[in-house]
C-alpha cells in the first residue's frame, strides 16, 4: 500500500511521503506534492515555472498516541499572463492545507465538534489527553467561525421560552418534532421575532406551543397556514392549579372532617428520609408558626379592618398575588415542601400515656412507641419532645400548645393532583381522601366530575367532539376557578382542541429546554448567545 494513501487516503496519489521522524512525543511526516503544475488563484492560468521552495509546518490528528506533524514542502510559481497583477503565486491544497492554516481540516472538525459537546475548556482538557495542541480560545474561535444556518423544511416544529435568567430575560427555542432536534434559538421571546422567523419557512404544517400569548400571535401571523397545537402538560397544570384554588376554600373545614376520621396519607417514611428535626426547628414554616404563619395572621387582621389588598400588599412588603389568595384561605395550608414530622403521629399517645403515668421516664416513652411503629433512635426522640416543649418525669407537661393535626392531613397541591389522575393509580390512602372530599361537599364533588371528564377527553383524544361542551358545561358550573380556567381554554380553543385530538406534543422541546439549561450551566454563564446557539443546535449528540 502506498504510504501518501495512509495520510491522505484517496488524495494520496497528488502527495509523497519523503520521510517519517519519530521523536518521542511527535511524529513528523515530511510531504511533498507530486504534481507538476500549479494553477494560478488569481487568473486560473497553469503554470509549470517554479519560482522557489518553502516548508509549511501543520498539525495534523494524533497517531499511535502522538502528535502528528506534516512538514510540507510547498512551492511558489510564477504566473505568466501579463495582465494578471499576481507575478508569483504560492500552490493550493484546498481540500487539505487550507492557505495560512497550521491545522489540517480534519483536526480542525474534530476539534470543533469536541468544543460544540464540552464547551472551550474542558474541549482543551480532552485536547490535551488526546495529544492534540490547542488552546480553550482557540477552540471557542473556531466554534465562532463555523456558519449557522438553521434547517430547513421542517414540517413540525415545537416552541418554547427558556430563561437566560429567570424572571428577567428569556429567549425561545425551537425543535423539530419529528426527530426531536433543535432546529434554532431565538434571541428573545418577543412576537416579532418569531414571526419573522416563521415567515421564511412556508412548509411549515404543524406548531406545537405552550399557552404564551406572544406565541400564538407570531404563530397566527407568521404561519398562518399551519396547524396550532397547544402543550397538554400545561393545560393539565393550569387545570391542577383551578382545582388547587378549590381546596384552598374548602381547606380548613375538610382538613378538620378529615382528621376526625382520623384519614392521612402516610409519609412518615419520606418525613424520616428527608427531614430531621434540626432541619425543622430553622424551618420558618415549621407547625409552631413560623414567618410565614406570622405573617398570614398579620394579614387576617389588617383584612378584618378592612385594608385594600393593595395595601395589605405594601405594608407585609408581600405580592398581591400572595395576599389575594391568602385572602381565601381560612388557615394555612401547609407548604408542599414541608414535610411532617413522625414524631407528630404519636401525639395522641403521648398525651394518654403522661395523663395515665405522669412520671413515666423519656426511655418507657420511647420503647413503647417503638412498638408502635416509630422509628426515630433515642436521641431523635427526646430531641424531638424538647423541639415540641413537651416535658416528661417530674416537671411533666406540655410548655407549648401541639400543633394543629387537621392542619396537616394532606396537601392542596397533592391533592389536586390526585383530582386528576386515573384513581386506579392512587395509593388507597390517597383515593379514600379524594372520597371524603367529594363526599363533604357538593363543590369538591362537582369539581370532581368535571376534572375528571376533562382527564377522560385527553387520554380518549376526543376534543374535536366533547370539548366544547365541556367547557359550557364548566362555565355554567358556578365553580369560579373551574370556569376561569375554562374561559382561558375558550381564547385558545382550535388549538386546545387540537392538543385533545392529535397526537402531537410539546415534550420533545421540554427535554430540549433541559438540554439548553445544561449546556448553560456548563459554562457558568458566561456564554453569549451566539456560542450558546450553536452549542445547543451543532452539538453531536
Ligand atoms: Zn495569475
Known amino acids: 500500500m502506498n504510504a501518501s494513501k495512509l495520510v491522505f487516503s484517496d488524495d494520496g496519489d497528488n502527495f509523497r511521503i519523503i520521510s517519517v521522524d519519530n521523536q518521542q512525543d511527535v511524529l513528523v511526516v515530511y510531504v511533498q506534492s507530486t504534481t507538476q503544475s500549479a494553477v494560478c488563484p488569481n487568473c486560473c492560468i497553469t503554470s509549470k515555472r517554479i519560482h522557489s521552495y518553502y516548508t509549511r509546518k501543520i498539525t495534523d490528528l494524533p497517531v499511535f498516541g502522538k502528535t502528528s506533524r506534516i512538514i510540507l514542502r510547498s512551492r511558489k510559481f510564477y504566473c505568466h499572463q501579463d495582465e494578471c497583477p499576481f507575478k508569483i503565486f504560492t500552490e493550493r491544497f484546498e481540500s487539505h492545507f487550507r492557505p495560512y492554516k497550521r491545522r489540517t481540516e480534519r483536526l480542525e472538525s474534530k476539534i470543533r465538534q469536541l468544543g460544540l459537546l464540552a464547551g472551550g475548556r474542558p474541549a482543551q482538557r480532552i485536547c490535551t489527553i488526546l495529544s492534540i495542541p490547542t488552546s480553550d480560545t482557540t477552540i471557542l474561535r473556531l466554534i465562532e467561525k463555523c456558519d449557522f444556518s438553521p434547517a430547513k423544511g421542517v414540517t413540525a416544529i415545537g416552541v418554547d421560552d427558556w430563561a437566560y435568567k429567570k424572571r428577567k430575560s428569556y429567549g425561545s427555542i425551537l425543535v423539530n418534532l419529528h426527530t426531536g432536534k433543535v432546529i434554532d434559538l431565538l434571541p428573545d421571546r418577543e412576537q416579532e421575532t418569531l414571526r419573522k422567523w416563521l415567515q421564511e419557512r412556508p412548509e411549515i404544517e404543524v406548531m406545537s406551543r405552550d ?29 391542577s392549579e383551578a382545582v388547587q384554588k378549590v381546596l384552598i376554600r374548602h381547606y380548613s373545614k375538610a382538613t378538620a372532617l378529615l382528621a376526625n376520621k382520623q384519614l392521612r396519607v402516610d409519609d412518615q417514611q419520606i418525613a424520616e428520609n428527608q427531614s430531621t428535626l434540626s432541619e425543622n426547628r430553622s424551618s420558618p414554616d415549621s407547625a409552631h408558626g413560623g414567618i410565614r404563619l406570622k405573617r398570614f395572621e398579620q394579614l387576617k387582621e389588617l383584612q378584618k379592618k378592612g385594608y385594600s389588598i393593595r395595601a395589605m400588599a405594601r405594608h407585609l412588603c408581600m405580592h398581591r398575588q400572595t395576599v389575594k389568595n391568602y ?17 407528630e403521629k404519636f401525639f395522641t399517645h403521648i398525651k394518654k400515656r403522661m395523663e395515665e403515668e405522669p412520671s413515666i421516664l423519656i426511655t418507657t416513652l420511647w420503647q413503647e412507641l417503638r412498638t408502635q411503629g416509630y422509628k426515630g433512635a433515642y436521641s431523635t426522640f427526646s430531641e424531638g419532645l424538647k423541639f415540641y416543649g413537651i416535658r416528661v418525669g417530674k416537671k411533666a407537661g406540655f410548655t407549648k400548645e401541639l400543633p394543629n393535626h387537621g392542619a ?6 397533592s391533592a389536586a393532583i390526585w383530582f386528576l ?5 392512587l395509593w388507597d390512602d390517597q383515593r379514600n381522601i379524594i372520597r371524603e372530599l367529594c363526599k363533604s361537599s357538593k363543590e369538591l364533588n362537582k369539581t370532581f366530575i368535571l376534572v375528571q371528564s376533562f382527564r377522560k ?85
Open 457 to 541: 377527553i385527553m387520554a380518549e383524544k376526543s376534543g374535536d367532539t366533547k370539548l366544547r361542551e365541556w367547557i359550557e358545561k364548566s362555565s355554567t358550573s358556578g365553580l369560579k376557578e373551574i370556569a376561569s380556567f375554562a374561559k382561558g381554554l375558550l381564547a385558545d380553543c382550535p388549538a386546545v382542541e387540537n392538543a385533545l385530538t392529535l397526537p402531537w406534543s410539546n415534550g420533545p422541546v421540554e427535554g430540549n429546554v433541559n438540554r439548553l439549561k445544561m449546556i448553560k450551566r456548563q459554562m457558568y454563564g458566561r456564554a453569549g448567545f451566539d456560542l450558546l446557539r450553536k452549542r445547543v443546535v451543532y452539538a453531536p449528540s
Open 408 to 413: 396537616a392531613t394532606f396537601k392542596t397541591s
Open 211 to 239: 399557552r404564551y400569548s406572544n406565541y400564538r400571535k407570531a404563530i397566527t401571523l407568521g404561519a398562518p397556514q399551519s396547524i396550532q397545537v397547544t402543550d397538554r402538560w400545561h393545560l393539565l397544570k393550569n387545570l
Open 327 to 343: 385572602l381565601d384561605m381560612e388557615t394555612l395550608p401547609r407548604k408542599s415542601q414541608c414535610k411532617i414530622n413522625p414524631l
Open 421 to 425: 389522575s386515573d384513581q386506579q393509580n
